[in-house]
Nanobody, 114 residues
Framework: VQLVESGGGLVQPGGSLRLSCAAS????????MSWARQAPGKGLEGVST???????LYADSIKGRFTISRDNAKNTVYLQMNSLKPEDTAAYYC?????????RGQGTQVTVSS
């Protein structure tokens, strides 16, 4: 299983970023995919999940600002982040669980600052 995130960077408050996660090594189309984040000095926080059915879940802290989506033809999951706030600053990880084993990518850093 390989998960490779991209798309992070430095953005001003109120700005937008789109994160991508390219997946390989498992049957992507039937797997739930998630985004999680870890801010400096804090634990890992679940951000959003998209199931194979297309059903989505969002953490209250980002609801209405972030949108998760997937492209099964490209084995890629996305996180569109709008109206970013300084408290969204974190390393963002792509996560999936296969046969009770959780896999996580190397992460991409998102910094929201003026």
């Amino acid at each position: 299983v390989q998960l490779v995130e991209s798309g992070g960077g430095l953005v001003q408050p109120g700005g937008s970023l789109r994160l991508s996660c390219a997946a390989s090594g498992f049957t992507f189309s039937t797997s739930a995919m998630s985004w999680a984040r870890q801010a400096p000095g804090k634990g890992l926080e679940g951000v959003s999940t998209i199931y194979s059915t297309g059903r989505t879940l969002y953490a209250d802290s980002i609801k209405g600002r972030f949108t998760i989506s997937r492209d099964n033809a490209k084995n890629t999951v996305y996180l569109q982040m709008n109206s970013l706030k300084p408290e969204d600053t974190a390393a963002y990880y792509c996560v999936t669980t296969i046969f009770s084993t959780t896999f996580r990518g190397q992460g991409t850093q998102v910094t929201v600052s003026s």
